[in-house]
């Protein structure tokens, strides 16, 4: 049997803007930064590429191609905290000047 790789749908397109999202990636710096309790010198903002961002939301998601979020049930709903938690932490921070 020929089994093809998933074709990625809404929530593949939606995780691979997220990645593109320089906000998110500087999310993930900051994340990095509190969950290691490193300073901004040894993990500077702006450290995450939208490669670094891809493969830290498929291991968080534990799928190896964000096409998968959309026929993996857990990995979706995984995918949604993350984004929920992103929403609220970006909501928190103040207005750029």
Same mark, same amino acid.
């Given at each position: 049997?020929? /089994? &093809?790789?998933? &074709?990625?749908?809404?929530?593949?397109? $939606?995780?691979?803007?997220?990645? $593109?999202?320089?906000?998110? #990636?500087?999310? *993930? %710096?900051?994340?990095?930064? /509190?969950?290691?309790?490193?300073?901004?010198? +040894?993990?500077? %903002?702006?450290?995450?590429?939208? $490669?670094? +961002? #891809?493969?830290?939301? !498929?291991?968080? !998601?534990?799928?190896?191609?964000? +096409?998968? *979020?959309?026929? %993996? =049930? &857990?990995?979706?709903?995984?995918?949604?905290?993350?984004?929920?938690?992103? $929403?609220?932490?970006?909501? =928190?921070?103040? +207005?750029?000047?």
């Amino acid at each position: 049997m020929n /089994h &093809k790789p998933a &074709k990625g749908g809404p929530m593949a397109r $939606q995780a691979a803007m997220l990645c $593109q999202d320089a906000t998110f #990636r500087l999310y *993930l %710096d900051r994340r990095r930064r /509190h969950k290691f309790g490193m300073t901004k010198s +040894a993990l500077p %903002d702006g450290t995450h590429s939208e $490669q670094d +961002a #891809r493969d830290w939301l !498929c291991a968080a !998601c534990g799928i190896e191609s964000r +096409a998968e *979020l959309d026929h %993996d =049930r &857990k990995a979706a709903s995984t995918f949604k905290s993350v984004r929920y938690r992103y $929403q609220r932490w970006r909501s =928190r921070q103040p +207005a750029p000047a």
